[in-house]
């Protein structure tokens, strides 16, 4: 029997690897703005299920508390998880990044593709703008996040 952070970590895992796929390979051929979309959407819920699997493991072992509320769950993995698990604050900073995008496409009422880049126009008419270079940097910071994620939890199972 596996446990729900095995699972999430696996989970994370073949997202990534789809993201990271189009990001290098496929995005570069076909140049359409939806798989920049898909790879951003993807690095956000590979985050989330990292961020759920550390939290998930804490709990299991009792070190900390779960609450119904995301972001005070999000400040006690912030607090008292990162640091155990080796995530940096630039790691942190681009979760914080990239979950502030997602959150300003979901309440946008437009978007569109210039020059390699997504522009997101908030509710009060000012744009966002994310490159693919940023876009990969964001992959690589999940990627490492997930690394180190699975070999505190591996290691210890």
Do not use: W
Request: net charge positive; proline share 2%; aromatic share 10%.
């Amino acid at each position: 029997m596996t446990e729900k952070f095995e699972e999430l970590i696996e989970n994370a895992k073949r997202r990534i690897k789809t993201a990271d796929h189009i990001a290098y390979i496929t995005y570069p051929l076909v140049k359409e703005k939806r798989l920049l979309l898909k790879v951003l959407d993807d690095t956000y819920l590979v985050m989330v299920s990292i961020i759920n699997a550390i939290l998930q493991y804490e709990y299991v072992y009792k070190r900390i508390n779960l609450y119904k509320n995301p972001l005070e769950n999000f400040k006690i993995f912030r607090q008292r998880c990162a640091k155990r698990f080796g995530i940096t604050d630039e790691e942190i900073n681009s979760v914080i990044e990239v979950f502030k995008i997602v959150n300003q496409r979901k309440n946008s009422p437009f978007e569109f593709m210039r020059k390699d880049r997504i522009v997101i126009m908030t509710d009060n008419l000012h744009t966002e703008t994310i490159s693919i270079e940023k876009i990969k940097q964001h992959l690589a910071y999940t990627k490492s996040m997930l690394s180190k994620a699975e070999l505190v939890i591996k290691s210890r199972i």
